[in-house]
């Protein structure tokens, strides 16, 4: 339904990150590799950055396919960040919320992202609805499913759950009300990096120390992309990336705050770590979207 990226490590110029590697999100909004479900992806795109000093996120978002937006291309040749979070979208229903329904979502510190569908939409998640204070659900930046799904991870975040921990469970509530959705979603505050792989396809490429990718598919054929396992939670910092299983509903979730503070030479038994080559320069895609 979606495809998206989160990028931990050296400043960058977005445009390096999100559209020259040779299968770069610019090229899944019109022609993925491993999407299982959908073939397009170009009902809106966006991208979130963090400035450095700056812990709150700008973002550029449109409804439109990021391959035919000329800006985006000024835009990522000369803005520079060490942490991002994008997505390009293929819309689960259409409905008139436009950019406001494009990932990524934001609030306070987070950038937020949902590749999925909620099965029986809108009425499976109703009674989940209702927990979350009026305000919340008044606030909310668009009426789809992935924008409630965010309210339902926000409502945590504020509450005081770590972004692992607010992840796990809203996917875990999700799953219960609404059997048979895809729930891979994506969470960054720029430090660290949490997501899940629930119906749909999650990877991550990381150098230690250095720098972390977690993507829907590997933007490039580097063989140290590693694919997460379904049902898996993923916690991630520069210095490590931890999985957990999200298949038995009462098991311990790892903290994202623990990964960001594990060094590399004491990484835990449970956590992955391999060393990633730099990003190749991308090649002109080979074909071009239709219109």
């Not at 299982?36 to 795109?45: H, M, P, Q």
């Not at 809203?170 to 660290?192: C, I, Q, Y």
């Not at 298949?247 to 503070?261: E, G, T």
Request: charged letters at 20%.
């Amino acid at each position: 339904m979606c495809r998206h990226l989160a990028y931990l490590g050296p400043e960058e110029p977005l445009g390096r990150l999100l559209v020259d590697p040779a299968h770069s999100l610019y090229r899944q909004s019109w022609a993925p590799r491993r999407q299982r479900y959908g073939t397009v992806n170009a009902d809106g795109f966006g991208v979130g950055w963090y400035a450095e000093g700056d812990p709150v996120p700008g973002r550029y978002r449109r409804t439109g396919p990021i391959w035919g937006d000329r800006s985006f291309a000024d835009l990522g040749r000369v803005v520079r960040s060490g942490a991002l979070l994008a997505a390009v979208r293929d819309a689960t229903l259409a409905g008139a919320d436009g950019e406001a329904a494009a990932a990524p979502f934001a609030a306070d510190t987070w950038l937020f992202s949902h590749n999925g569908a909620i099965a029986g939409w809108p009425r499976s998640l109703a009674p989940l609805a209702g927990t979350l204070p009026a305000a919340e659900l008044l606030s909310m930046e668009a009426r789809c499913d992935s924008a409630l799904v965010w309210a339902l991870v926000l409502n945590r975040l504020r509450g005081g759950d770590e972004e692992g921990q607010a992840l796990a469970d809203t996917v875990l509530d999700v799953a219960a009300a609404a059997p048979g959705s895809r729930l891979n979603l994506l969470l960054t505050n720029g430090e660290v990096i949490a997501a899940t792989a629930w119906g749909d396809t999650l990877w991550y490429l990381t150098e230690p120390g250095r720098r972390t990718v977690v993507a829907s598919e590997p933007y490039d054929d580097d063989p140290h992309w590693q694919e997460v396992p379904d049902r898996t939670l993923l916690a991630a910092s520069r210095t490590d990336v931890l999985l957990t299983p999200l298949k038995d509903i009462d098991a311990p979730v790892a903290s994202v705050a623990s990964v960001a503070n594990a060094s590399a030479p004491g990484t835990p038994a449970s956590s992955t770590s391999v060393p990633s080559t730099s990003v190749p320069s991308a090649s002109v895609p080979s074909k071009e979207p239709r219109t």
